[in-house]
């Protein structure tokens, strides 16, 4: 990070009063093209596209040099079953049956991969109908389990990757998740390898238009139940989505709080990411407390009969979002002890390059490490000062937040002098 873009990012969080982006709530009609790698750096990104909270594609150039690109396509553009059948058909991988809806959302089962892509093979030659439905392959952390295969690498733009860096650090797998804003309302970025996709995309805000009389949303955005006014009541009031037509070899950028719905229009393989930064950390604690809020709503008849309550909304919350305010105070300890060590050491060549997260955080500069402090440190405030926190007896974590709140702002002190 260049001190013009540390400028820039401090100004605006400095006036920044709420998770809201002002300027990305408003309807827009249609998405930045990003053609060149060699002229778009960074900063550029992060001026942009993070700090607005805007959509963005880039183009295939900035994926050409990829081995996906490379091994798993056919010469004529198409998903190369065989070599992906030679090369990964033992693993096991989970498959959702886009044809079934349960609790709004498709049920998985677990296949080889052998399986699936005999299923793929023959979905395709019985023109797109199997009698066992339509099974999609997602969420299946390749990298992970096969971590000597080349397959891609991580455009600089999205390697500031405070979930990834947190996984890292606790080792323990991926957080799991039709029309939805991707978990903790992160950002998202979403590659092809082969194949077309088309994106139907709400700026934040426009899914409350969407919402039923009941306030939940739509399974599919473009279903004919929508126009029915006694059951989705403001529909009339939300603007048209923005729609995206994703090529083979480009990707898709999807801020926090973007709704969005996919389509497969061709056999498609894609590589996904959720990632959270310094830039949305705050919009990620906004989310939570909603969430919290909204089970002790639902809940809220035992609370005086029911032996400790709030703990108890605790673990609703974690089980429907996979995480509580315990384990996000954990997540913010673990950034903020990343870039304390990075400011203290950046001059020494040990542990920093031999743990792949703080290797990344010097490459990005030791004002990105200021900048992530500050806003962890305002993050951090936040949750120390919640009321439902303070009845988790912080005090007993270690180190308790307020320690953890001094020794932060003493590293951004120090590295500013």
């Given at each position: 990070?260049?001190?013009?873009?540390?400028?820039?990012?401090t100004?605006?969080?400095?006036?920044?009063?709420?998770?809201?982006?002002?300027?990305?709530?408003?309807?827009?009609?249609?998405?930045?093209?990003?053609?060149?790698?060699?002229?778009?750096?960074?900063?550029?990104?992060?001026k942009?596209?993070?700090?607005?909270?805007?959509?963005?594609?880039?183009?295939?150039?900035?994926?050409?040099?990829?081995?996906?690109?490379?091994?798993?396509?056919?010469?004529?553009?198409?998903p190369?079953?065989?070599?992906?059948?030679?090369?990964?058909?033992?693993?096991?991988?989970?498959?959702?049956?886009?044809?079934?809806?349960?609790?709004?959302?498709?049920?998985?089962?677990?296949?080889?991969?052998?399986?699936?892509?005999?299923?793929?093979?023959?979905h395709i030659?019985?023109?797109?109908?199997?009698?066992?439905?339509?099974?999609?392959?997602?969420?299946?952390?390749?990298?992970?389990?096969?971590?000597?295969?080349?397959?891609?690498?991580?455009?600089?733009?999205?390697?500031?990757?405070?979930?990834?860096?947190?996984?890292?650090?606790?080792?323990?797998?991926?957080?799991?998740?039709?029309?939805?804003?991707?978990?903790?309302?992160?950002?998202?970025?979403?590659?092809?390898?082969?194949?077309?996709?088309?994106?139907?995309?709400?700026?934040?805000?426009?899914?409350?238009?969407?919402?039923?009389?009941h306030?939940?949303?739509?399974?599919?955005?473009?279903?004919?139940d929508?126009?029915?006014?006694?059951?989705?009541?403001?529909?009339?009031?939300?603007?048209?989505?923005?729609?995206?037509?994703?090529?083979?070899?480009?990707?898709?950028?999807?801020?926090?709080?973007?709704?969005?719905?996919?389509y497969?229009?061709?056999?498609?393989?894609?590589?996904?990411?959720?990632?959270?930064?310094?830039?949305?950390?705050?919009?990620?604690?906004?989310?939570?407390?909603?969430?919290?809020?909204?089970?002790?709503?639902?809940?809220?008849?035992?609370?005086?009969?029911?032996?400790?309550?709030?703990?108890?909304?605790?673990?609703?919350?974690?089980?429907?979002?996979?995480i509580?305010?315990?384990?996000?105070?954990?997540?913010?300890?673990?950034?903020?002890?990343?870039?304390?060590?990075?400011?203290?050491?950046?001059?020494?060549?040990?542990?920093?390059?031999?743990?792949?997260?703080?290797?990344?955080?010097?490459?990005?500069?030791?004002?990105?490490?200021?900048?992530?402090l500050?806003?962890?440190?305002?993050?951090?405030?936040?949750?120390?000062?919640?009321?439902?926190?303070?009845?988790?007896?912080?005090?007993?974590?270690?180190?308790?937040?307020?320690?953890?709140?001094?020794?932060?702002?003493?590293?951004?002190?120090?590295?500013?002098?």
């Amino acid at each position: 990070m260049d001190r013009e873009t540390f400028a820039c990012a401090t100004k605006f969080f400095r006036d920044y009063s709420g998770p809201s982006r002002g300027a990305a709530c408003q309807p827009h009609n249609h998405v930045d093209y990003i053609e060149k790698p060699e002229t778009f750096t960074y900063a550029d990104f992060f001026k942009d596209y993070l700090i607005p909270n805007d959509p963005c594609v880039f183009s295939a150039k900035f994926t050409e040099g990829w081995a996906s690109r490379r091994k798993w396509v056919t010469p004529d553009g198409k998903p190369h079953l065989d070599y992906l059948l030679r090369t990964f058909g033992e693993a096991v991988v989970p498959v959702a049956n886009c044809d079934v809806k349960e609790y709004n959302c498709n049920p998985k089962e677990h296949l080889k991969l052998k399986e699936y892509i005999s299923y793929w093979k023959e979905h395709i030659k019985k023109s797109y109908r199997s009698a066992r439905g339509c099974l999609y392959l997602k969420d299946w952390h390749l990298q992970r389990t096969f971590p000597d295969q080349e397959v891609y690498t991580t455009p600089i733009y999205f390697s500031s990757d405070w979930l990834n860096e947190y996984w890292e650090a606790i080792a323990v797998d991926d957080y799991r998740t039709p029309f939805h804003a991707d978990v903790f309302r992160s950002y998202s970025w979403s590659a092809n390898i082969c194949g077309k996709k088309k994106w139907l995309v709400f700026p934040p805000g426009q899914e409350e238009f969407l919402k039923d009389r009941h306030g939940h949303l739509p399974f599919d955005i473009t279903a004919p139940d929508l126009k029915n006014g006694s059951l989705y009541p403001r529909y009339a009031q939300s603007s048209p989505p923005v729609e995206i037509i994703q090529e083979a070899g480009e990707i898709v950028f999807i801020p926090s709080g973007w709704h969005h719905q996919v389509y497969n229009l061709e056999d498609t393989i894609s590589i996904n990411h959720n990632w959270v930064n310094g830039c949305n950390v705050a919009i990620m604690w906004s989310f939570l407390q909603d969430e919290l809020a909204a089970v002790q709503r639902e809940i809220k008849e035992w609370k005086e009969s029911m032996e400790d309550w709030h703990l108890q909304c605790q673990v609703l919350m974690k089980s429907y979002t996979g995480i509580d305010y315990k384990e996000f105070y954990n997540f913010l300890k673990i950034i903020a002890e990343n870039r304390i060590f990075v400011l203290e050491h950046h001059h020494s060549e040990d542990d920093a390059s031999k743990r792949s997260s703080r290797a990344a955080l010097s490459s990005l500069g030791m004002l990105h490490a200021v900048f992530d402090l500050k806003r962890t440190a305002k993050v951090l405030a936040s949750l120390n000062a919640n009321e439902e926190f303070k009845k988790l007896k912080p005090e007993a974590l270690s180190p308790c937040p307020q320690a953890l709140l001094h020794r932060l702002k003493a590293a951004i002190d120090t590295a500013l002098l």
